[in-house]
């Protein structure tokens, strides 16, 4: 399947994860890419109840439940709740009860609250899976609470500068290779976004600062570098 292509070793992990019950109740699965985002979420919730990791065209699953903004781009406390509601009866056909929260930065601060109890106690069988661009567009005690998840932009692996990445640090600041270093080191960790989420999200975190707040990019490598 077209969407897929890119993120076969992260569909090996989850299936892996999903075969041994070893899934966590909660996920935020974020980054630049589009639809790939919530069709692996769909795959997922089929994989679980089907055990085949691709989402269905026609058939609805019973085991799955997508919470979408309203008219008005939000996702307000009343969708909140559905979740509880769904989440509290137990799974029959999968043995977990899915919930995908597309555009989950739509979630009010009341909905987030709420959806941060369910998290806090969920109930045995639950999976709820949160879908934003931004790590950060979540409240922080909600955001804390979810393992997170990068997905690039691009469907297809790129493949690393391996000569960039074994550059040493000062010869990276004297060449003013910073940017191309971070972007290559982002390609490889994503390899294995689930082993490797920790290192990636701080290298993400150093990227963005020195994308948007033009901060000084040789003490964001310095602070890399000992993480």
Request: proline residues 3%; positive net charge.
């Amino acid at each position: 399947m077209k969407y897929m292509v890119g993120y076969e070793k992260l569909q090996k992990n989850f299936k892996k994860l999903a075969d041994v019950d070893k899934l966590s109740h909660a996920y935020l699965f974020f980054g630049e890419a589009g639809e790939e985002k919530f069709i692996f979420s769909l795959s997922l919730a089929n994989y679980l109840e089907n055990k085949e990791f691709k989402p269905l065209e026609k058939n609805i699953l019973e085991e799955c439940f997508i919470i979408l903004p309203d008219e008005k781009g939000i996702i307000g406390i009343d969708e909140a709740k559905k979740i509880g509601n769904f989440l509290y009866q137990k799974p029959v056909l999968s043995p977990k009860r899915t919930v995908i929260i597309k555009n989950a930065d739509s979630l009010t601060p009341e909905a987030q609250n709420a959806v941060l109890k369910i998290v806090e106690d969920s109930p045995e069988g639950s999976l709820i899976i949160f879908i934003a661009k931004d790590e950060n567009s979540l409240l922080t005690p909600l955001a804390s609470r979810l393992q997170k998840i990068y997905f690039s932009e691009t469907t297809v692996m790129e493949k690393a500068d391996a000569s960039i990445l074994k550059m040493g640090l000062e010869e990276i600041i004297e060449k003013d290779k910073i940017d191309e270093y971070l972007k290559n080191l982002i390609i490889e960790l994503r390899k294995d976004s689930v082993k490797n989420v920790g290192q990636l999200k701080e290298t993400l975190k150093r990227l963005t600062f020195i994308k948007r707040f033009n901060t000084n990019k040789k003490l964001q490598l310095k602070c890399l570098s000992r993480f």
